[in-house]
């Protein structure tokens, strides 16, 4: 099963940029869509940003504007690029996959910090 590795995350100021980037262990043309997830604390972990293997993007409502989602098939990589973070941007980033078998695969997460 291919595996998922996030990197990227870290401390910053409220207004500055991150970049995060999820690894996978094989082809993401195996997957039929790949997306980052979030998950504050004491909060449901909730969609960021989406892509599917056409391209098709969607984010949420909260990121949009802010957040784009890409990928690089040479790198089996997804990035998740962070602009104008906020304070409430903080929480751990999961990035995740669904086969066309319908079977998801999670990344361990990394933390991300923003600071007032």
């Known amino acids: 099963q291919v595996q998922l590795v996030e990197s990227g995350g870290g401390l910053v100021q409220a207004g500055g940029s991150l970049r995060l980037s999820c690894a996978a262990s094989?082809?993401?043309?195996?997957?039929?869509?790949m997306a980052w997830h979030r998950q504050a604390p004491g909060k449901q972990r909730e969609l960021v940003a989406a892509?599917?293997?056409?391209?098709?993007?969607n984010y949420a409502d909260s990121v949009k504007g802010r957040f784009t989602i890409s990928r690089d098939y040479g790198k089996n990589t997804v990035y998740l690029q962070m602009n104008s973070l906020k304070p409430e941007d903080t929480a751990v980033y999961y990035c995740?996959?669904?086969?066309?078998?319908?079977?998801?695969?999670w990344g361990q997460g990394t933390q991300v910090t923003v600071s007032s």
């Open positions: 995740y996959a669904i086969a066309y078998s319908g079977s998801p695969t």
């Open positions: 892509i599917t293997r056409v391209g098709t993007t």
């Open positions: 094989g082809s993401i043309l195996s997957f039929n869509a």
